[in-house]
């Protein structure tokens, strides 16, 4: 299919099309990031926006059954949900070990709704190096929330910040965290935080874990971007969906708010700049892996792995080479040069 044609088909909702356009995003192939680019800059003209919605908290606090209920409660009010799950990666073969989309059952025949599971690989942060574009795929094809699962894997897991309009945490009760509140990271980034699990012989853990992180929160300063009373901690039951509206009427809340008050698009704005700087490393990276640069690689590093140069030497030399007029070989400054400057 044509890139005019398939641009056409994802601005008029085909679901089709659009895991057709996710799936050239995220190959590596460079005549395919040719026609990714091409895309993506003609599916941005109709500037279309969704609320995005991220994701994160530890296996097992039941991530896909709250958004499985959380995506019903949604498309039931009439909207259009799509869902992005990173998935870990398998180390031998790169693809995904669990699949989101099968833990998704219902939601996944709901006509307006629509799921796609990414492999992270070896992208950290936990998300897919991918996502952020598939994001603007599904904004283009008019889906009106965009959930942003990430793995999973602890406190690192920041990046999705960078993506999302609000963060969510999500956590179990009684899992021996009721401290970590008061540490930076994930928890610093939040916007709500929701106790997952508040049902039967654990609700009232649940309750008594919520009232720790809300006591925790109160430790952190208050941000720039946040309305008065956020961030948040609440409980929820996704198995019994409890709590679910509550959570949709506080991110309806603090998105309203932001929207007023300029920080929507000044968020928008600094994350494009992020994004920027985060392309132009991984177009650098890449260029080191081509094959004339893998053997000045191989060379340099048998060098250092001699105690012939130091690495910060032969990774400057290594860069001099490929770009010479970007960088050449530093020259060591004499003492007597930093004592006249002194």
């Known amino acids: 299919m044509e890139i005019a044609a398939l641009s056409e088909a994802i601005i008029a909702g085909d679901r089709r099309a659009l895991a057709r356009a996710i799936t050239l995003v995220e190959s590596t192939r460079p005549a395919h990031r040719a026609a990714a680019e091409a895309l993506l800059e003609a599916v941005a003209k109709n500037g279309r926006e969704a609320i995005r919605i991220g994701l994160s908290g530890t296996p097992g606090v039941g991530k896909s059954t709250f958004i499985e209920s959380f995506g019903l409660m949604l498309t039931g009010q009439g909207l259009r949900v799509a869902v992005l799950a990173v998935d870990p990666s398998s180390a031998r073969t790169g693809g995904s070990i669990l699949g989101d989309k099968t833990r998704m059952e219902r939601l996944s025949r709901d006509p307006s709704a629509f799921i796609r599971p990414s492999p992270s690989q070896s992208h950290l ?33 920041t990046v999705v910040a960078e993506l999302s309009d609000v963060f969510l945490l999500l956590l179990a009760p009684a899992g021996g965290d009721e401290l970590q509140g008061v540490k930076r990271g994930i928890m610093e980034a939040a916007d709500l935080i929701v106790v997952n699990k508040a049902d039967g012989e654990l609700k009232a853990t649940a309750t ?22 956020f961030p ?7 198995l019994e969906v409890a709590g679910l509206d509550q959570v949709w009427a506080e991110i309806t809340e603090l998105v309203d708010w932001r929207r007023a008050q300029g920080h929507w698009q000044a968020r928008r704005a600094e994350q494009a700049r ?52 970007f960088l050449a070989p530093a020259q060591p400054e004499s003492l007597d040069a930093k004592r006249d400057s002194a």
């Open 125 to 157: 942060g936990g998300v897919a190096r991918r996502t952020r574009e598939a994001v603007a795929l599904c904004e283009a094809a008019g889906y009106d929330i965009v959930l942003i699962e990430t793995v999973g894997v602890g406190q690192s897991e």
């Open 274 to 325: 992020h994004w920027f700087q985060e392309e132009l490393r991984q177009v650098l990276l890449a260029r080191l892996a081509a094959p004339e640069a893998r053997a000045m690689n191989a060379q340099l590093a048998e060098q250092v792995a001699g105690g012939q140069i130091t690495a910060a030497r032969a990774a400057r030399d290594l860069i001099a080479r490929i770009w010479p007029e």
């Open 208 to 229: 008594r874990t919520c009232a720790d992180y809300a006591g925790a929160l109160r430790l952190l300063r208050r941000r720039a971007q946040d309305p008065s009373g």
């Open 232 to 238: 948040k901690a609440m409980t929820v039951s996704a």
